[in-house]
Structure formats: structure tokens, C-alpha cells
């Protein structure tokens, strides 16, 4: 069974810096793009960063010079790295990941949790 565990959210005043990690587990072949997407009260989950395998990256405009994602293919984990927060950052944070599990020949999307980021002004 593959999952996929966040960590790293809570609650930081404005100006500050939080560092969310998310480790994928499990019987796993391959995994292809992971990202962070960010779901805030009344409104619709949203893309903040994602990277490919190869590192390619992309970038929600809101986030652009404040936040950076990197991954670990080694220990099968993606990490995003908060800098300079606004209150508007406030949101569920979930994991994505397009994983090809074994015995699979397609991969399948798994999303993690979610993990809450407070930012107070």
C-alpha cells in the first residue's frame, strides 16, 4: 500500500519561515512528478509548486521568490521550503504524487493528508 506522509506545518507570524516535508512509502516502481498543492477556507485547492523526476519545476505566481520545492529521490521525498509567509498563505497544504506502485504498468496520483499553515499578521 503506498502513502504518502506530510509534516512540517504549524503556525508562524507573518514574515517567517516553515519547511513542509512529505516522504512517499510503500511497495513503489517509480514516482514521476511530485508537488504541493494548498486549499484555503471557501476556496478551491490550488497548485503552489511541483517538480518532476528530472527537477523540473514550476511555480504558482503567488509563491514565485518566496518558496522552493525540492525532492529526494533517494528517500522518495518532496520538501517545500516557505520563506517570508503572508497571511494569505494560510491553507491546508496536501502532497501530490504520480506513482507507478509495483505490479503497475500505469502510475496512479496519491495526495497525502493535508497539513494545516497558519500565518498571523
Known amino acids: 500500500q503506498v502513502q504518502l506522509v506530510e509534516s512540517g506545518g504549524g503556525l508562524v507570524h507573518a514574515g517567517g519561515s516553515l519547511r513542509l516535508s512529505c516522504a512517499a512509502s510503500g511497495s513503489i516502481t517509480s514516482i514521476n512528478a511530485m508537488g504541493w498543492y494548498r486549499q484555503a477556507p471557501g476556496k478551491q485547492r490550488e497548485l503552489v509548486a511541483a517538480?518532476?523526476?528530472?527537477?523540473?519545476?514550476n511555480y504558482a505566481d503567488s509563491v514565485k521568490g518566496r518558496i522552493t520545492i525540492s525532492r529526494d529521490n533517494a528517500k522518495n521525498t518532496v520538501y517545500l521550503q516557505m520563506n517570508s509567509l503572508k497571511p494569505e498563505d494560510t491553507a491546508v497544504y496536501y502532497c501530490?504524487?504520480?506513482?507507478?506502485?509495483?505490479?503497475?504498468?500505469?502510475?496512479?496520483?496519491?495526495w497525502g493528508q493535508g497539513t494545516q499553515v497558519t500565518v498571523s499578521s
Open positions: 501530490n504524487a504520480l506513482i507507478r506502485p509495483r505490479g503497475r504498468v500505469t502510475p496512479i496520483d496519491y
Open positions: 517538480i518532476t523526476s528530472g527537477f523540473s519545476i
